[in-house]
């Protein structure tokens, strides 16, 4: 029988996908969401390894165990009490995960037949200034609330 993690209950993707990077050397899924658009797309095939195989660093994309479910997302900030992870489209940082939430890294991408590097400087880069342009809108605007 074949069932499709995305349409599987979350607590067996999880268990599936934590059992499976423990026993292989990768793993390989196929893109459902858009969030990462353009750097990472639907129906781009990642190739993930275990982060106690390959431990993530900055501007790398990482497969996320987070409250709202899996997430693939680029690691944004890291620091003694945890991580932050953001979608290259969205405006804000997601919430602090713990090293244990960070499953995997994803270390190759491919788009049909060509391969591509997801850990890509322009795309981290383009996601900071994301979350500053955020930042300074949201604080204009509380300002001009007052």
């Known amino acids: ?13 999880r268990d599936v996908l934590r059992d499976g990077l423990a026993a292989l050397q990768e793993a390989r899924l196929t893109v459902t969401g858009s ?13 993930l390894v275990a982060t106690s195989r390959r431990p993530p660093r900055l501007g790398d994309v ?16 890291i620091s003694a009490r945890g991580c932050r992870t953001k979608a290259d489209r969205a405006p804000t940082w997601d919430p602090v995960l713990s090293g ?5 890294t994803v270390t190759e991408l491919r788009r049909g037949s060509v391969v591509k590097d997801p850990r890509s400087a322009g795309w981290a880069l383009r996601s900071l200034v994301a979350v500053a342009f955020a930042y300074a809108r949201a604080g204009a605007a509380a300002l001009r609330g007052r």
């Open 100 to 104: 244990t939430e960070v499953l995997a």
């Open 1 to 13: 029988m074949n069932v499709a993690l995305a349409e599987a209950a979350p607590a067996f993707a």
């Open 62 to 77: 990482v497969l996320a165990d987070a409250a709202e479910g899996l997430r693939l997302h680029r690691l944004v900030w």
């Open 35 to 47: 969030c990462m658009a353009p750097a990472v797309c639907p129906g781009d095939v990642v190739t």
